[in-house]
């Protein structure tokens, strides 16, 4: 039996809410906002923002908000409270050389995932912020690309691209999506040092999508883990521009794809997970056969059902 737990904003909690809408029950325990039970898979959203999906769609549920929120573990947190401070950056890591590390495309049904690892040294810092280089939340979608266009030249970096079928077969295979993050962060990080001649670095700032004891775990068993001055932050593209320039990167390549994956499905496949997504995918499959969702979405997701079943009518 799956079981996930996500700490979300109230924000999130409330889309979660509506989302699952049908399924609200009248009882719930004490601590909790509201429990959902849905046919393979039972919500809990408690006042401390976590929230726990259990039973046989835990992954799949989950996966559809896993990049809303940031994946703990419950288990973990009663018995030992994690070393406070060990993974945290330090105040001033916006000045220092950072290896910043960032991923998109988790959660959207349609296209792969994108993960980059950009070095900024500290005395890079001036004029790539002269650049136009900030957080990409700031930026409007076509000031993105040319921002990246203008960083890439001038940074040591790399950019992995999962595409959707390499996805469903790990998927199938039974590998999490944390785990396939996890591996990208690791392996785009690795590279990035790989390349760095002897170019110094104060730390390595990963945009968190998980503790630092589940990102760890999900590494167990491979061949090199960059753990040495690691570090974790949600929202860390505000903290140092290496973040914030993956992150960019990482959106102009998840873009382009899905540029190309529209193109080649004759219609445009649309971001994000919602109710739109459902119909655009029922619609591809009138128009493809239900087999091609296979090369351009994450299986998984709810939405294929859903998809499916509007088809159908
Ligand atoms: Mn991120």
């Known amino acids: 039996m799956g ?4 700490k979300c904003s109230s924000e999130t909690i409330e889309k979660i809410k509506y989302f699952y809408g049908d399924y609200i029950q009248d009882s719930k325990p004490p601590s909790s906002l509201f429990v959902a039970k849905s046919p393979e898979c039972t919500i809990t959203a408690y006042r401390s923002g976590k ?12 996966s559809i908000w896993s990049h809303e929120g940031m994946q703990t573990n419950l288990a973990a947190e009663k018995k030992k409270p994690e070393k406070k401070g060990r993974y945290m950056p330090p105040a001033q890591v916006g000045t220092l050389s950072v290896i910043g590390s960032d991923e998109v495309g988790t959660g959207d049904y349609f296209g792969p995932i994108t993960v980059c690892a950009v070095y900024i040294s500290s005395s890079q810092l001036a004029d ?3 650049l136009g280089l900030k957080d990409s939340k700031l930026l409007k979608a076509e000031k993105i690309n040319e921002i990246a266009e203008d960083i890439k030249p001038k940074v040591i970096h790399k950019l992995l691209t999962l595409g959707n079928e390499k996805y469903n077969d790990l998927r199938e295979k039974g590998m999490t999506q944390g785990k396939m993050k996890a591996m990208m962060h690791n392996q785009a990080l690795r590279f990035v040092i790989g390349q760095l001649d002897g170019a110094e670095y104060d730390g390595i700032l990963i945009d968190q999508f998980a503790e630092s004891g589940i990102y760890f775990n999900y590494l167990r068993g491979q061949p090199e883990v960059i753990k040495e001055k690691t570090w974790f932050q949600t929202k860390a593209e505000s903290l140092h521009l290496s973040v914030a320039a993956a992150s960019i990167i990482a959106r102009e390549a998840f873009v382009k794809e899905m540029d190309q994956l529209s193109a080649e499905a004759e219609m445009e496949l649309p971001k994000g997970a919602g109710a739109h997504v459902d119909k655009a995918a029922a619609r591809l499959i009138e128009k493809k056969g239900a087999g091609y969702l296979r090369k351009v979405a994450k299986l998984h997701f709810a939405n294929t059902k859903r998809a499916v079943q509007l088809a159908e009518k």
């Not at 079981?3 to 996500?6: A, I, K, R, T, Y």
């Not at 929230?51 to 989950?62: C, D, I, R, S, T």
């Open 3 to 6: 079981q996930n737990v996500l």
């Open 51 to 62: 929230v726990l999906f259990q039973g046989k769609n835990a992954e799949e549920e989950f």
């Open 128 to 130: 790539l912020h002269q």
